[in-house]
């Protein structure tokens, strides 16, 4: 047969409809991310050795979260305290002082950079060894201190616009809080679920995608998809002097705020993120 007759007895070309063809454009995509995604996690290793405190390492491994009560005693929380009390106008969001901060008004949080000024919470998030050595252990060699700062969460006629399940990256992030305020129920404290950190769900991956490419489009959640999972909500409460540390890969949520205000320390580490004034 010749070339013009087989051309002639060809089914016809059947061409993809612009949805089929922006689904498989997409499917490539995530296929390309998850290549990316794999030689990420492929560098880090843990190990467990590392950490001065092999107890937090087993909690942060088996449920991405480890409270440490009484981290701090009561003098070096009213040292804190004295410190954060200097700074004219933190508690009500109106400082303007030297030091670097930020005033997110819609949320009804100021935020400080801890440095030399504070000595005493910069000795607490800086030279902590037991903290640094955990990330090291869980992240490798390459996570460093990316952001440490004085939270003020103290407007409850304010909506946090972290109040969504959510988790902050598909990267390795870190997060130490430590309280300078008692943390009830009614002084929002963070929500945590249990094993998140571990866990397999199909929309992690299209949530970890989005958060990579349509950053916008991938902020917050819904509790419904969460809810699902099946796992244990923890609410982070505990008296001032209390660490938090949890893996920020886990999902998490604010809470809002209806007694006084929540005062705490955050430090953040990250693989990939310079050091620099980071209230979140």
């Known amino acids: 047969m010749t070339l013009i007759a087989r051309l002639k007895n060809a089914p ?15 499917d490539r995509s995530q296929k390309l991310f998850d290549g990316i995604y794999e030689d990420y996690w492929s560098g880090i ?11 937090w390492f087993d909690r942060m491994a088996a449920d991405g979260i480890c409270i440490v009560p009484n981290y701090i005693d009561a003098d070096t929380v009213a040292s804190l305290r004295r410190e954060i009390d200097a700074l004219p106008g933190f508690h009500d ?3 303007d ?17 801890v440095t030399d000024a504070l ?8 030279s902590d060894t037991a903290v640094a050595s955990l990330a090291r252990a869980l992240y490798g060699d390459s996570i460093h201190l990316t952001a440490a700062s004085v939270l003020n969460k103290y407007n409850p006629e304010r909506i946090d616009s972290s109040n969504v399940p959510h988790w902050d990256d598909w990267r390795a992030r870190f997060k130490a809080f430590l309280y300078v305020t008692d943390v009830g129920e009614e002084n929002a404290p963070m929500l945590y679920i249990k094993g998140s950190h571990k866990a397999a769900f199909s929309w992690r991956r299209e949530k970890d995608f989005a958060s990579a490419f ?4 991938s ?4 509790w419904w998809p969460v809810e699902q999972l099946g796992l244990q909500k923890m609410s982070c409460t505990g008296p001032a002097g209390t660490l938090v540390l949890f893996d920020a890969l886990g999902i998490h949520s604010g809470t809002q705020l209806r007694g006084a205000a929540r005062v705490m320390l955050m430090s953040m580490y990250t693989t990939h993120i310079p050091y620099g004034f980071r209230p979140y």
Do not use: C, W
């Open 219 to 222: 902020a917050g959640g819904s």
């Open 45 to 55: 290793a843990r190990n467990r050795d590392l950490a001065e405190q092999p107890d």
């Open 12 to 26: 016809p070309i059947r061409y993809l409809g612009r949805h089929a063809r922006a689904k498989r454009l997409l």
């Open 97 to 113: 002082g030297a030091i670097r901060h930020k005033h997110f008004v819609n949320d009804g949080i100021f935020a400080v950079e």
């Open 214 to 217: 349509l950053p916008m489009a």
């Open 93 to 95: 969001g109106t400082y």
């Open 119 to 126: 000595p005493t919470a910069s000795r607490l998030m800086k």
